[in-house]
């Protein structure tokens, strides 16, 4: 199984950007689906996510800013970002599994911890 997670750039503050998430012996039908970020050094944290039953949940910072989204007849999905802010800078991760996930924040690295599967992530940067 693979992720690839595309899309990440600089924009300036308040500007949007759309990430992609596409996949390699996955299936998103009835799948777990995050998106995660890091600043080196800092928290790996869930963003967004799509449950198996399909409710979607936001990190209070992004909150009528990101839209999560799932094509399921392309196998992809996207994270559609508005009003970037300086806060928002960071590598951001697609990660999915076939079993329910409740992984919210790690200390650690992302990709290595509470989902089976993870991308490699894609660098998001905001200049102001």
């Known amino acids: 199984v693979q992720l690839f997670e595309s899309g990440g750039c600089s924009v300036q503050a308040g500007g949007s950007l759309t990430l992609s998430c596409t996949t390699s012996?996955?299936?998103?039908?009835?799948?777990?689906i995050g998106w995660y970020r890091q600043v080196p050094g800092h928290y790996c944290d869930l963003v967004s996510s799509?449950?198996?039953?399909?409710?979607?949940h936001y990190a209070d910072s992004v909150k009528g800013r990101f839209t999560n989204s799932a094509d399921n007849a392309k196998n992809t999905v996207f994270l559609q970002m508005n009003r970037l802010t300086p806060e928002d800078p960071a590598v951001y991760y697609c990660?999915?599994?076939?079993?329910?996930?409740?992984?919210?924040?790690?200390?650690?690295?992302?990709?290595?911890?509470?989902?089976?599967?993870w991308g490699k992530g894609t660098q998001v940067t905001v200049s102001n």
């Open positions: 012996g996955f299936t998103f039908d009835y799948a777990y």
């Open positions: 990660a999915a599994d076939y079993q329910t996930v409740s992984f919210i924040r790690s200390l650690g690295r992302c990709g290595y911890y509470g989902v089976d599967h």
């Open positions: 799509i449950s198996r039953t399909g409710i979607f």
